[in-house]
């Protein structure tokens, strides 16, 4: 029956277009799912061996060995690097520091993969395995049953006598029978394709949770990393000025990103600039709060720590980019891109 349909010598029983659109809407579902889970898998493990890997110990139902990833490993480079240098110089601790952080990142790294593989990665591929596979064993069946059908109407077609033609009639109502409970048990399956979608719906808002925290996590390491390392010096500010000035939009995140935005500086870069104009154009001294730590770079400095309260001053001929601190009986220069100045 199937080889002379495809030569075009026999009808073929049309599935109704509901059937059809069900069936289409599966296989698109499945496609996308493949293709959406594949490159999730790459984005969340771009090495191609690590990932064959995870997959053979998976497959051997045993735990894959652990390892440093990326951000981890430098973080360990670092520390490492900043200890032999020495934690007492400021290459050495900042170093250090940084390796923390990365270290840090790393832990916030392995954390967005085991979640978006249990919320997301999971439910997609247990419908590929499952269900699907479920669908396409049931779908396989109503094709045999369509054959056997259109098979018993051939043989009726071509009875002759009457005792032929009564047993092909019996023979077509037992494979209509048997078609139509096969193609009712299939259409139910395809319906069921909605709920899928609209729990891949649940799992991709569980993802994107997962992403946001990540990032968020990620965003406030760094700035903590930032503070430490007392991140705009004058240098900086006035070799980049453009980027360093640049709006950080606001989105809205988990609790980590709001206390992450409420840390940041609460005066403008031309506040500060237009106060600390004023200050050196005149003789008098003004309170400043310290924004960052700072390591004095020699006995001409004064060092600095987050938050401390201190006393500043102009003298003439002083560069623009520094001011006199005083601190009970120490003083010394600061750079006045660590200070915001006080009412």
């Known amino acids: ?172 109502r037992i494979t209509q029978s048997e078609f139509d409970r096969q193609a009712e048990i299939t259409r139910l399956l395809l319906e069921g394709i909605s709920s899928t979608h609209a729990h891949h719906l649940r799992c991709l808002n569980d993802f994107v949770e997962a992403q946001m925290t990540y990032y968020a996590q990620c965003y406030q390491y760094m700035l903590d990393l930032q503070k430490q390392l007392g991140s705009f010096p004058s240098t900086f500010l006035s070799n980049n000025n453009q980027s360093s000035t640049t709006p950080v939009q606001s989105v809205s995140s988990p609790s980590v990103l709001a206390s992450a935005s409420a840390s940041l500086p609460s005066v403008s870069n031309s506040m500060v600039t237009s106060g600390l104009s004023e200050l050196k154009s005149s003789s008098g001294s003004r309170k400043a709060r310290v924004l960052y730590d700072y390591d004095a770079a020699n006995s001409s400095e004064l060092s600095l720590l987050a938050d401390e309260v201190i006393t500043v001053y102009s003298i003439p001929g002083m560069d623009s980019d520094w001011l006199m601190g005083e601190r009970g009986n120490q003083k010394g220069k600061v750079p006045i891109t660590y200070l915001e100045l006080l009412n």
């Open 1 to 172: 029956q199937f080889t002379e349909e495809k030569l075009g010598q026999a009808e073929k029983t049309e599935l109704d277009a509901h059937l059809e659109n069900l069936l289409s809407k599966a296989e698109c579902t499945k496609l996308w799912t493949e293709k959406i889970m594949k490159q999730t898998e790459v984005l969340l493990q771009p090495n191609p061996n690590a990932r064959i890997e995870e997959f053979v110990y998976e497959k051997l139902d045993r735990k894959a060995p652990s390892r440093m990833n990326n951000p981890e490993l430098l973080g360990q480079y670092m520390i490492d690097a900043g200890n032999e240098f020495g934690p007492g110089t400021a290459y050495g601790n900042a170093l250090i520091k940084c390796g923390e952080t990365q270290k840090r990142i790393g832990a916030a790294d392995r954390e967005l993969i085991q979640t978006s593989a249990i919320n997301f990665l999971t439910p997609l591929r247990n419908f590929i395995e499952g269900d699907y596979k479920t669908i396409t064993k049931e779908r396989k069946l109503l094709q045999n049953k369509r054959l056997d059908l259109d098979a018993a109407k051939t043989r009726l077609k071509k009875a002759k006598v009457a005792e032929a033609r009564a047993a092909s009639e019996q023979e077509v």
